[in-house]
């Protein structure tokens, strides 16, 4: 498989439900992402990891757990969720920004997975 | 903080038109500016990516420019076909604070 890949597709839950989403890149990227996009908001950046430690988490509620147990894999544990959650979650990896050989700061393209569409009951 | 709007917010042509999507951004210490394309329900597709040194990027019919100073990207699609059809995002990555900020989207529609 290429790319960035994520299951489930699509989940529906209740309100006092456990689950979790997985996200997989085979990008050899260092650094990966968990979006939110609700109808008509733009795209929230929710979590960045770093080569495995988490530099930014973006005031999100608790109920959303991330773990990242190696650059390749990215989850989202979910918990005690309620209906405004509901949302598409996107996954997304990059490379951390390097020094180039001109001296300049080098970024690469950010990737994003198909997203989870997550209905909360 | 930064912030990206982009104009308009929707937009319907006919088939072979050309056109142009504009991206705003407050702030100009940017790394780099990224478009990409989103169809309904699914993730986003990487377009075009222009490093904050750069002015322009070109793939097929596509070409983006980045003018850093006015806080300001525009995509040219040249020749435009239905399968176009989707809600075009620009994202910027600040180089202070923010990781990526994206803006709320063009949705095009292009009518055969």
């Known amino acids: 498989e290429t790319g960035v890949t994520q299951t489930p597709r699509h989940l529906v839950m209740g309100m006092t439900n456990k689950k979790s989403l997985k996200c997989e890149q085979h990008?050899?990227?260092?650094?990966m992402y968990w979006y939110k996009q609700s109808a008509k908001k733009p795209l929230e950046l929710m979590f960045v990891?770093?080569?495995?430690?988490?530099?930014e988490n973006n005031s999100v509620p608790s109920r959303f757990s991330p773990e990242c147990p190696n650059s390749s894999h990215l989850f989202l544990h979910l918990h005690t969720l309620q209906p405004e959650d509901s949302a598409l979650y996107l996954c997304?990896?990059?490379?951390?920004?390097?020094?180039?050989?001109?001296?300049?700061?080098?970024?690469?393209?950010?990737?994003f997975g198909p997203g989870t569409r997550l209905t909360v009951l | 903080k930064q912030e990206v709007t982009q104009i308009p917010a929707a937009l319907s042509v006919p088939e072979g038109e050309n056109l142009v999507l504009n991206c705003s951004f407050t702030?100009?210490?940017?790394?780099?500016l990224q478009w990409f394309r989103q169809d309904p329900g699914k993730g986003l597709t990487s377009l075009l990516l222009?490093?904050?040194?750069?002015r322009e990027q070109t793939s097929g019919r596509l070409n983006a420019s980045l003018d850093k100073s006015s806080g300001r990207s525009t995509l040219y699609i040249a020749a435009s076909q239905p399968g176009d059809s989707a809600t075009y995002l620009c994202?910027?990555?600040?180089?202070?604070?923010?990781?990526?900020?994206f803006g709320p989207g063009t949705r095009l529609s292009v009518l055969p």
């Open positions: 997304a990896s990059s490379q951390t920004p390097w020094q180039g050989t001109s001296g300049r700061v080098q970024t690469s393209e950010q990737f």
């Open positions: 990891y770093n080569f495995k430690e988490q530099t």
């Open positions: 702030d100009s210490a940017i790394y780099n």
């Open positions: 994202a910027v990555r600040p180089i202070y604070g923010q990781n990526f900020v």
């Open positions: 990008l050899g990227h260092n650094a």
């Open positions: 222009i490093q904050s040194s750069q």
